[in-house]
């Protein structure tokens, strides 16, 4: 759990000091970090694939 929590609290820093005023503000900036965090980044003990190319390669494989 800890290794989600720390991006996200990394995260909620980052937003803290941006302009962002209201909830309304910051749950889009939130949603589309979660997409990129799920989708998008790569990681290394994913062979350097995005965890969802990570997970349709291995769904393919079983």
Not at 31 to 50: I, K, M, P, Q, Y
Request: hydrophobic share 35%.
């Amino acid at each position: 759990m800890d290794a989600i929590a720390s991006p996200a609290r990394r995260c909620a820093k980052v937003s803290a000091s941006c302009p962002r005023k209201t909830l309304s503000d910051v749950e889009p900036a939130t949603l589309e970090w979660v997409d990129w965090f799920n989708t998008c980044r790569l990681h290394s003990a994913c062979g350097r694939l995005s965890p969802a190319q990570y997970e349709q390669h291995v769904s393919t494989i079983f």
